[in-house]
């Protein structure tokens, strides 16, 4: 079955480290998204790619990195900037259409700094 | 640029009653409106969207939704709850020019046996 894989789902990390989330698909969508999930706040766009090789910093990117080097993976990277990276982050993918795309979720990984 | 209110942050309903979740968004072209479910700890279910046509739009597990263009609403509603509906609910609308999702910050829907 086609989906997206998001790995690990729980991950603990201390102070000063840098932890990398993994997002798969096999969709064969061409755009992926990462987003953060605080309680209360809905989800915020952190990156977006809608291409191998190109990617856009979303609503609240710093303290994050992005790579897209293949169309089924789009990692991202919670570095020791971040200031608050404890929270539940969601994985997605669509396809390109003329009007508007339509996202599939992950089952999101949840990362807490201790 | 665009944004979505949701302003009932949580909502209980006893199973078998009707349901309305209500959804107000801004956005100055036509817009892309979806309705998602998020069970606790998991990822996003889509339930249905709104792209053009019909205003009133059908889903999955028995919920539809009202595109209103006057009042800048999309609720979402069920006729009757399911304890299995119990979950958090969320609007968004989708920007065609900067071709990002944006979403409210959710429902939380309780159900009372």
């Known amino acids: 079955d086609g989906g997206i894989t998001q790995s690990p789902k729980y991950l603990f990390r201390k102070e000063g480290q840098n932890v990398t989330l993994s997002c798969e698909q096999n969709?064969?969508?061409?755009?992926m998204y990462w987003y953060r999930q605080d309680p209360g706040q809905g989800l915020r766009l952190i990156y977006y790619?809608?291409?191998?090789?190109?990617?856009q910093k979303g609503d609240i990117a710093e303290g994050y990195s992005v790579s897209r080097e293949k169309k089924e993976s789009f990692p991202l990277t919670v570095t020791s900037a971040q200031k608050n990276p404890t929270a539940f982050y969601l994985c997605?993918?669509?396809?390109?259409?003329?009007?508007?795309?339509?996202?599939?979720f992950g089952a999101g990984s949840r990362l807490t700094v201790l | 640029a665009q944004s979505v209110t949701q302003p009932d942050i949580h909502i209980t309903v006893s199973e078998g009653a009707s349901l309305e979740l209500r959804c107000n968004y801004s956005?100055?072209?036509?817009?892309?409106l979806f309705w998602y479910v998020q069970s606790p700890g998991q990822g996003l279910q889509l339930l249905l969207k709104?792209?053009?046509?019909?205003?009133l739009v059908q889903g999955i597990k028995g919920f539809e939704a009202e595109f209103k263009r006057s009042q800048s609403s999309f609720n979402l509603r069920k006729p009757s709850v399911h304890w299995s509906d119990a979950a958090e609910y969320f609007c968004?609308?989708?920007?065609?020019?900067?071709?990002?999702?944006?979403f409210g910050s959710g429902t939380q829907l309780t159900v009372l046996p």
């Open positions: 956005y100055g072209a036509t817009p892309y």
């Open positions: 968004a609308v989708f920007s065609g020019s900067a071709r990002q999702l944006t």
């Open positions: 709104y792209f053009s046509g019909d205003t």
């Open positions: 969709l064969n969508h061409d755009a």
């Open positions: 997605a993918s669509s396809t390109k259409t003329s009007g508007a795309n339509v996202l599939t």
């Open positions: 790619s809608q291409i191998v090789n190109d990617f």
